[in-house]
């Protein structure tokens, strides 16, 4: 009687190999639609900027663009204006992001409360979100007007003074454009960490309670736990938002008085769109390219090693 060889490894090593191949041709097919609006969008023009920082690129030149290798990144060494800039940008990007965090925490631990008409406080309390910043800034350019602001009406009704120029004053600049920026930045961190803390179990929150634990032990052993990877992720990404802001200080103070409040980005998009310096321009957009993406390595690493 005669049997019937069976089938090597070998011959069907191949035809699985090739659907497996067949596979992961038609899975990147399926992601290309999503990978093309990024490539062109966002991969593309950051390549070119980075390219363009290392030529002469001018408006209005009649010459062409030549290579000066890295000619702008060792002007920018020495140019103050941009490390004072940058001073600022970090000044501003801590000085909201800390402030920000605190009272969103604060009002997401509150929103969390078996509180009535809860759902409109909610609401409200993310009506800053649906404001475009060019909004935002209008809005708090007529609060802070000198003349005829809310707040200095407020002011001089309360006997505190007749008020001052809040935007143009160079002491007072830069405080004022940071609690704009905390206002209009608490709603999206008010979400994210409002819904960190209802992920927390009831069930440990009942349990600390009957231990005897109060309101800030909870907090501290049951709470905080649960809530630090949100918490961190949201602080992280917070600050590196705000050091690329642009739009809401350009419409508040355009970098005023006397660069007072001219964050690293807005100095860029002088150089670039008043001057005329393309080239220069984008160095500086590489040398804020490469601090986030220092920052984000950072966080990164910080996480891992938190997993591990």
């Known amino acids: 009687m005669t049997t019937v060889p069976e089938r090597s490894a070998e011959r069907t090593t191949p035809g699985r190999s090739r659907g497996g191949a067949g596979r992961d041709f038609g899975a990147w097919f399926l992601v290309l639609p999503a990978l ?21 690129a001018q408006s209005g030149r009649t010459q062409a663009t030549r290579w000066t290798g890295t000619l702008n990144f060792q002007d920018l060494l020495h140019d103050t204006l941009f490390w004072d800039s940058f001073r600022i940008g970090l ?21 969390n409360q078996n509180l ?24 708090w350019r007529l ?39 905390v206002w209009a930045g608490m709603p999206q961190t008010t979400v994210a960490l409002l819904a960190g ?32 990877p949100v918490a961190l992720a949201v602080t992280a990404l917070n600050f590196v938002w705000n050091l690329n802001s642009f739009a809401l200080v350009y419409v508040l103070t355009n970098g005023g008085p006397g660069g007072r409040t001219r964050l690293p980005m807005l100095f860029a998009y002088e150089e670039a769109f008043r001057y ?4 220069y321009a984008a160095a500086m957009g590489c040398v804020l390219v490469a601090v986030v993406s220092v920052l984000l390595a950072l966080y990164l690493v910080g996480r891992l090693k938190e997993e591990r």
């Open 36 to 56: 093309l609006p990024i490539l062109v969008l966002s991969v593309g023009p950051l390549l070119y900027g980075i390219a363009l920082a290392f030529t002469d």
């Open 91 to 111: 000044l501003w990007a801590v000085g909201v992001t800390v402030p920000q965090f605190l009272l969103s925490l604060g009002l997401a631990l509150l929103l």
């Open 116 to 139: 009535r008409l809860r759902w409109l406080a909610r609401a409200l309390a993310i009506v800053p979100w649906a404001m475009p910043e060019v909004v935002v800034g209008i809005m």
């Open 143 to 181: 609060v802070y007007n000198p003349d005829a602001g809310i707040l200095n009406e407020t002011l001089h009704d309360l006997g505190l003074g007749d008020g001052r120029a809040w935007l143009s004053g160079l002491g007072t600049a830069l405080p004022a454009v940071i609690v704009v920026g």
């Open 197 to 228: 803390v209802q992920n927390t179990p009831r069930e440990l929150h009942e349990a600390a309670a009957l231990d005897g634990a109060g309101a800030w032990r909870r907090f501290r052993t049951v709470t905080w736990p649960a809530l630090r």
């Open 276 to 279: 005329g310096q393309f080239g």
